[in-house]
């Protein structure tokens, strides 16, 4: 689904990385997404597919801990 979506669609080189650190990142590599959500991993959300959102899940120490994809 997410390459139907302009511009970088995953960031796996930022799994490892601070959450908001990556959250500022996605936005400056893909200015079609406009809500990047940083939640610790296994928070409940919404299911609907949207191409200008993406989820940040990160562990107890604010790391993203899968690989952030639009959606």
């Known amino acids: 689904m997410s390459s139907e979506c302009p511009g970088k669609n995953a960031w796996p080189e930022l799994v490892g990385e601070k959450g908001k650190k990556a959250a ?6 893909n200015p079609y997404v406009v809500e990047v959500n ?33 959606g």
């Open 24 to 29: 500022k990142i996605i936005k400056e590599e």
């Open 38 to 70: 940083v939640l610790p991993d296994g928070t409940p959300v919404i299911q609907d597919f949207r191409c200008d959102r993406v989820w940040v899940w990160v562990d107890c120490d604010e790391k993203v801990v899968r690989t952030p994809m639009v």
